[in-house]
């Protein structure tokens, strides 16, 4: 599998990128970055250095050649409905659009979240909703990952200070709930796990809840 991961630094992405470097049937690993990191000098890893997402249409040399694109950016707590909308959905097709234009096969995987539904009371759950409704209307294969709560495990941290050391607190909490709510609680790697053992079925589900992520993963 030749895949980018969008988000490759964030909670869920290091999960995902985690995963991908331990699969050996994964070719290529392409990383859309703003700076360089570390990639632990895996040949397959490819740094794509690119200052704004928003600039993408689809003709750039990364992303050509590609069987998925495992979306996994995540958005700031306490934005405004607009900008939330601005990174959630604009932001998203901007990539999903590009990546369908060069890979018309191929499929975009987009981590949203429990309870997502364009018709949610809940702003954040229904904007996700939307977004999820309009990568469904591009014509591409998409599948559609919803966890709850995600613990950071296998050396994975979250970016902001704050949440990370939270998660440090609650780890044994989060580790019992995983094991005791699987409906509810997942983690980082199970997340990267469930990705890869979706996309190598013929036909892969176009939802995965939190109870079908751990039960991939």
Not at 84 to 107: E, H, I, Q, S
Not at 120 to 149: H, Y
């Amino acid at each position: 599998m030749r895949l980018m991961i969008v988000g490759s630094t964030g909670l869920v992405g290091q999960g995902v990128l985690a995963a991908c470097r331990a699969a050996s049937d994964v070719e290529r690993i392409v990383l859309p970055l703003r700076r360089h990191a570390d990639a632990a000098h895996d040949p397959r890893v490819v740094h794509w250095h690119l200052k704004d997402l928003r600039s993408v249409d689809g003709t750039e040399p990364g992303f050509s050649a590609l069987d998925a694109c495992v979306y996994c950016v995540g958005v700031v707590p306490g934005l405004s409905e607009t900008a939330y909308r601005d990174v959630t959905v604009d932001l998203t097709l901007r990539v999903a659009r590009a990546f369908a234009r060069a890979n018309p096969n191929g499929t975009f995987v987009y981590v949203s979240g429990a309870g997502s539904d364009a018709h949610s009371m809940l702003m954040p759950l229904r904007v996700k909703g939307q977004a999820e409704d309009a990568l469904r209307a591009l014509g591409i294969r998409t599948l559609m990952l919803r966890p709850g709560v995600v613990q950071p495990v296998d050396g994975v941290h979250s970016p902001h200070p704050v949440r990370d050391a939270a998660y440090a607190l609650a780890g044994p909490l989060l580790s019992a709930a995983a094991r005791g709510a699987p409906s509810v609680v997942t983690t980082s790697s199970r997340i990267g796990h469930a990705v890869l053992a979706a996309l190598r079925q013929p036909d892969p589900p176009a939802v995965l809840e939190n109870a079908d992520i751990n039960a991939l993963g």
